[in-house]
C-alpha cells in the first residue's frame, strides 16, 4: 500500500498579483521545483466551497475541519446567522435562562466579544442583533467588553468598529462599553498567561486602569503606534465590572482562543494565576469550548464526530503521525478529527512548543526545523500516513511584516528540501497542500499592511508524476487521497470529488 505524507502550510496562498505577495516575493526554489516537477493544481479555500458565507475567506479551523472530514460542514458563523433569521437564538433555553438569572437578581449583563467583521472568530453583525433582542427583553443593565481585532482586520479599523457598537447600543438604549482590550492580552491560547492575566485584573476590577472613553482610548493608542490587536486592557467604567450573580455571554464562536479567560473565570481550580472566587456567576457562550471551562452552550458543534480520515485511517489499522507546533497542535489533531479530541489507535501525536516571543517576525523560522526533525523521523518509522503543519505563513503572516514573512518562507523552504529528499528515500508520496491565504496578501492597493487572511485559492502539489490532477477544493483532499491509497471511500465522502486520473487513463 502507498504511504502519505501530508504537508499543510498553513496560510499560504497563491496570487497572481506581486504587490504585498510575500509567497511571490520569497526565492523558493524547492517549492518552485515541486510546482515544476509534479502534477499540481489550485484548490478553493474559502466561503461557500468551505461552508462559509460569501466573501468570508477561510481559517485555520474550517480549513482542518474541511480537509479531514472530506466534507462541506456548516460553519459555525452560518448557524448563528441562520438561527438569527429563524428567531431560534431568541427562544433558546440557555439563553434565556442567563436573561432570566440576571433580571431577577437585578444583576448585570456583561457582553464579551471581537469587536469586528473579520469572521473568524465572530462577527459584529450578529452582535448588533443580540443587542436588540436584549432590548425586547428588556434587560436593564448590559455591560459591553470590547475585544479589538487587527489581526482578521486591518490593524487600524478598531475605532470604526467601536463607534458603530456605540451607536447601536444608543440606538436600542441599551447598555454601555465597559472595558477595551485587545485580543492579544484577552484571547491569548499560548498559554502565555501573563497576558490573560491582564485582561482578567481589568474586568474583574482587580486592576483598575481607568479610561475616559473607548473610542478616545483608541485614539490616544493609534497616536502612539499601538494598533487594534496590541491596545492594552482597560476600564471606562468601574461598576462594569464583574460581580457575583452576574451573567456573562462570550459571543464568540470559535474555542481556542476563549479557553484560557473563560477558564480562569469559570473553573476554582483554574491555578495560572490568582482569581476571584465568584458566587453564582452564570456563563454561557455560543459553542462548546472545553471541558475546564465551567459555562453552558446555546448551539451543539454540527462539526463533532462523523468518520473523519483520521478516523478511518484508525478503523483500518493504519499507522498515523500528527506533527505541529503549539500554535496549530489543536489543527492537525481536534479540528482534522471532525471537531473530536480523541487519541486514535496506532496514532503517535507529536507537540513541538512554539517559541516563547511576543509577536513571531521576532523569531520567524518558529519550529520549522524541528518539524522537520520530527517528520523525517516518523517517515523512518513507516507510518502509513503523516499529517504535518508548518504555522509559518500564517502566524508571521499575521503581522503584517513582510519581511519576516519571506524570512520565514525562505526556512519553510530549505525545510521542504529536505523532507523531499526523505520521501524519495523512505518511498512516500507527498501531498502539498494549504489551508487558507494568508502570506499572499500583506498590503492593500494604496500599501498599507494586511494582517487578515485571504480569499486566494492553494496550492496542491502531489509528488507521483504518473498522475492527471483537475482543480477542486479542501473538502476533496480526503477521498484522492482514499483513491491513491486504493482504500474505498467511505459513504460520507461521497459527495465529494476524487482529483486525480492515471495519465494512462
Known sequence: MKKVLMIILDGFGIREEELGNAVKMANMPNFQRLLSEYPNTLLEASEEAVGLPKGQFGNSEIGHLTIGSGKVTKSKIKIINDSLASDELEQNKVFNDLVAHVKERD???HLMGLVSDGGVHSHLDYFKQIIHILKLKEVKKVYFHVITDGRDTKVD???????ELKSVLEENNVGEIVSLSGRYYAMDRDKKYDRTKLYYDVITGQKVVNAPDACKC????????????????????????????????????????????????????????????????????????????????IFEDVSEGGLSLGKYFSELELTQARIAETEKYAHVT???????????????????????VATYDQEPEMKAREITEQVIKCMEDDRD????????????????????TIKA???????????????????????????????????????NPVTTHSLSKVPFIITDKELKIKEGTLADVAPTILSYMDIAIPEEMKNSKVLITNKME
Open 385 to 404: 500516513f503523516i499529517l504535518v503543519n508548518f504555522a509559518n505563513p500564517d502566524m508571521v503572516g499575521h503581522t503584517g511584516i513582510i519581511s519576516a
Open 409 to 447: 518562507l525562505e526556512v519553510l523552504d530549505e525545510c521542504l528540501g529536505k523532507i523531499v529528499e526523505e520521501v524519495e528515500n523512505n518511498f512516500y508520496t507527498l501531498f502539498l497542500l494549504s489551508d487558507h491565504g494568508n502570506a499572499d496578501l500583506m498590503l492593500d492597493d494604496v500599501g
Open 157 to 163: 479599523s478598531g475605532i470604526n468598529y467601536v463607534n
Open 334 to 356: 481536534y479540528y482534522f478529527d471532525g471537531g473530536v479530541d480523541q487519541r486514535l489507535k496506532n496514532a503517535k501525536y507529536y507537540l513541538i512548543p512554539s517559541p516563547k
Open 218 to 297: 483608541i485614539d490616544a493608542c493609534y497616536e502612539k503606534e499601538i494598533f487594534d490587536e496590541f491596545i492594552p486592557p482597560l476600564l471606562m467604567n468601574k461598576e462594569g465590572v464583574i460581580k457575583d450573580n452576574d451573567g456573562l455571554f462570550w459571543l464568540n464562536f470559535r474555542p481556542d482562543r476563549a479557553v484560557q479567560i473563560l477558564t480562569s473565570l469559570t473553573n476554582p481550580e483554574f491555578n495560572e494565576f490568582p482569581t476571584v472566587k465568584y458566587q453564582n456567576l452564570k456563563v454561557i457562550t455560543m459553542f462548546p469550548t472545553a471541558e475546564s471551562v465551567k459555562a453552558n452552550y
Open 107 to 109: 444583576s448585570a449583563l
